[in-house]
């Protein structure tokens, strides 16, 4: 953007989902975002307050009411709009409001893929709007930021994706690691699975429960394997087990790598452990949202919850050849509504942190 | 034993911990055995019921009180000591006993290995009883059933290697796996960590937390790796890495291991997941503490807890050619108690499901 | 019954609930029990070991499969059927099944209420049998045993109103504390919900939230008064607020009372916490479900949970002039199906603790 | 304060501990607290984010050590000082911090009561600096904000306490109800234990548990019933009864109250229900920390977790002739480090809501 506003008028189409509620908390506190438009179609006529009163402190929330989602309204009343729907949904409005010049923050899988044929594979339908693909710009900042200031679509990154790439991108940028052989094993809370009415998110059937779920070919795998390709520069399969654990929101995922070299004694593993620290030195120390783990310390939810904090943590294991690598974030923030933040302050010109902190 | 006793004396010591606990509450309601010593020396001149109300309803629990442990004692009034302490301080009871002729079921890791040099440097001090070792049966009643039926002294598995080890071996043995690149990631809850008040075991450290721990060289790797050993025919390394979540009870495993043959094609993964379907079923089809999941289950740790049962499912991927295995148990029944108590009916005669089901 | 069967064939109706669930438990560990119908609309067709992978050790779990509710079928395979439904349906199944013969063991609300009027009032349409009302037995063992011995039809009572009616009973009928003033503050685990797929019991609206709810008239005060008004011999007026804490089975239920008399003095205090303890000795003494606690325990709901224990305790406060009982019990056990079971073990002569303990 | 500063410099003590840790949040996010001193014994040395990953976000916590506490650095060091430290040892700070002249904001109950005698009574030991307790104010800002403003020493509130004062303060001081009969029921999160390595507050002693404790004679007895007098203008003696429930923040009050005169019709009740809601209005209309629940809703821990806001609803009830009002407030904020804030921002002529929102 040549010129910052003051004020960036801001929309939330299905702002009364997870991702939308965490989307209007981090508006409702941005010193830059004016929050103008809300939808959803059930609690059309609501006050934000009334259906979210822990919003209720804030002045605006009290005010401003959801509306049924309509584009004229939105293009007329916004600078930019985020979309917290579902996949396929997303694009019927990201296309027309594309078209009128308003940009979009697409929180869905719709535009994270490159093309339209892995989308048909893994999500089983064929793309709803194939010719807006190239348009898209994946945001996530740590990897993308100078596209994402220019962008006027932005693909906001998956929960488990970002947990994932961050902590192995630079890894495997540096060619520390191959690209073959990669798992990640994810264990997710249940904010993960949306506010949907099913059995199988009652309180009662996941709390003490930890559970596996969609082995061994889960949706996100087309968006990690593509990221991870261009990051290598060569196709990328890994092996990815996501879970179920009774918190409401975090991630942690565990990651098993292998070193392009061997590292069997203690000179050689103190050396690539150097190395590692430094690659990841490299690549985080400026960045306001990724902590790299010092000392004895591994990663855990509870440290980044209600934040758009993303820590990781890494061991060299002489004994089996590998490097393991965890990190830990809050799904709904840093995976999810607080990356889209980040691209929105990116887009608008604003510092990277506002409304993050 | 050559003539089953209707009823059998039954001390426990370090009752009040939660392996004793769980094992005071199997011998409660056991057909055949009686329990006549419990130890403790927090709680010694208080009854069974005092300390663990929900144990009231039980008479015996409402007069037997904790004694103080003491050899003599035990040796006098029990045909069978189970002892559940920590590890190093086992041995110190499982000597006089056994040397008196007392049949000492084990719960520690004291005697799990059959060489010091591996306790030495796994445990990080001498082992307390060497010679020993080589009377120690391994309590897994899937794996050593006839040896425990005449064994003297029942080293009874850790919780994470029963978990990993009754999914692998079946495998191992049938030649279906490699024995290289084998990766466990678990999932416990918070009482396999023992009723100790430390900081990072408190409610509010624990709760809303997923964290890894022990990485990368946890103690009962060298349990593992010994049993996987032996099943392969040759030294066995694997990745091993526990983590902590939110539950009472349950430890959930995901296997990643290497299938000996390629399989790409439809028909290829047909034919090599019937040979594990085949494989399990020989295993564990009379087994009845194992339950191999059909159709589209997996295993969910709130399915087996307060159970004796370990659950296990398993996926072919032909993209990455691997194979995923899960399981679930509940870490102090089939990870501690129950598979102890499984052993002592082996010893003593009794259906082997009496007192667990 | 004159003679006592060895063995009992009992069906359930509407198994596939919470409710239903723990009836098929403990009618698998009951000694007298044998389960030969249990309905399910949902899951006619599937054994219950495919819906309760848990009940999978049983072998009668893996080859009974739930069947459509049909009255001839229950009627002609069934020596006793249990109604876990929701109230105006289970009245559907009773009425039938009881003109033929059949005895019935109803777990709603539809036959615990003297007068239709008051179900009226609460339940918020006519009673569905208002003719049987006569016939039913509120199945609570502890004041109704010898009715319930003789019974074909029981009313089995409320989660709430035996949290509360065991602990006030005493009291009132022994003239210790007034009939009026009475409050009862009460908080129950989620699966008090039953199994619905509604948004406000998942696991993230459940998890980390304390909340009242059914302020101030629940449905369960119309049970609650008539039988306080049946202990104290006159109509009585209670206030009750239940609250939903995150836990998935328990009740804890805290009971304001006002003592007959003045006590101020040490003297007067200990005088009557004497005769209350004398009170509640004479009434559970010999009570095989009911803990009065001693010393200085309090109820805690992780005490009795899984258990079909009613435990409570009181404690006399000079500076107000009030009691204070608490109690906690299992909802779904002593709360709902492990009443039952007590219930059918007096009518078939059974010791009333099988299948219980 | 005549002249308000740009920037305040701010200590506090036993920073470690729960309350420490809010208020190290909400120093650090606050645009007017230079945050210039955190103590803690244990963790001397070590930075703020070395001790809390997840204020690793924060440049000053990367940087700012944990000193011991010493009266001479605090006092050179800081404009004013919180201390977050238990009953009794906060006196010894607070008495040099007062006579150097350095405002002291006491988050124990050492300075809470007007009366040493009760302090004894309820508190067991003699009090530790009685003369000092003339100086202190009661730190409510709803009910006491003058009185901050001009305080060098403020006694800010006990967690349970405010849940309880806040909802019947307003009722009692315009005679809508007696200040008789009284009782409190509540609810807390385990976080109110504060960070003590004891069995008790273990993980698996509180997962799943709903228990009463402190019955009936709780030490915060002493400070409710000193407020709700000065309310009244005359004594009040009230019922309370705390309970631990598996949440990690977060306290849910339930009172019932008697209202001053009867209601029993329809029209009784609406006219009543309106002075009450005219009363609440009056007096929290323009509160930034008090939410009067309107319609259907009823307060809910999870909606003000994390907040500094206290919601409340009410309910009449004709048949018993009582008025319940209910309650709910993050423990750790508004009850505790989140109301010390607010008291701070008064005494300094900051905006009420800095740090806060």
Chains 1, 2, 3, 4 share one sequence.
């Not at 002045?59 to 293009?75: G, Y």
């Not at 996100?220 to 394997?225: A, C, R």
């Not at 070299?261 to 430094?278: A, C, G, M, N, Y």
Request: aromatic content about 8%.
């Amino acid at each position: 953007m040549s010129e910052v506003l003051k004020s960036t008028r801001v929309g939330i189409v299905g702002a009364a989902g997870d991702y939308g509620e965490e989307l209007v908390r981090r508006t409702l506190i941005h010193p830059h975002a004016e929050l103008t438009a809300v939808t959803s179609r059930q609690y059309a006529g609501k006050t934000i307050a009334e259906i979210f009163p822990k919003f209720g402190q804030y002045e605006l929330a009290r005010e401003l009411a959801f509306i049924e989602p309509d584009i004229d309204q939105l293009a007329e009343s916004c600078d930019v709009v985020f979309l917290a729907l579902p996949h396929g949904v997303a694009a019927e409005f990201a296309t027309p409001l594309f078209e009128r010049g308003v940009p979009v923050i697409d929180l869905s899988a719709d535009f994270r893929l490159d093309s339209d044929e892995v989308y048909q594979e893994f999500y089983g339908s064929p793309h709803p709007a194939p010719e807006l693909l190239k348009e898209a710009v994946y945001g996530m900042p740590e990897i993308n930021r100078e596209k994402i200031a220019t962008a006027r679509l932005i693909a906001s990154p998956g929960c488990y994706p970002t947990s994932i790439l961050l902590p192995i991108l630079p890894m495997l940028k540096a060619g520390l690691i191959k690209s073959t052989g990669i798992i990640a094993d994810s264990h997710s809370g249940v904010s993960g699975a949306g506010r949907k009415a099913e059995i199988g998110y009652l309180f009662v059937e996941c709390n003490e429960s930890i559970r596996p779920y969609g082995v061994p070919k889960h949706r996100h795998l087309s968006e990690i394997e593509q990221e991870l390709g261009k990051g290598a520069g060569e196709p990328v399969v890994i092996q990815f087990t996501p879970h179920l654990a009774p918190v409401n929101r975090g991630i942690l995922s565990t990651l098993y790598l292998a070193p392009s070299r061997k590292f069997k004694t203690d000179e050689e593993v103190k050396q690539l452990d150097q190395e590692i620290h430094s690659c990841y030195q490299r690549a985080y120390y400026e960045e306001p949202f990724v902590r790299v783990l010092e000392g004895g310390a591994l990663p855990d939810t509870k440290n980044v919850v209600g934040t758009n904090m993303l820590e990781l943590a890494w061991r060299l294991d002489p004994r089996t050849g590998r490097l393991v690598v965890m990190s830990a974030e809050d799904n709904l923030v840093k995976g999810a509504s607080g990356q889209a933040i980040q691209s929105f302050n990116i887009m608008f010109g604003y510092p990277e942190t506002a409304g993050l902190i």
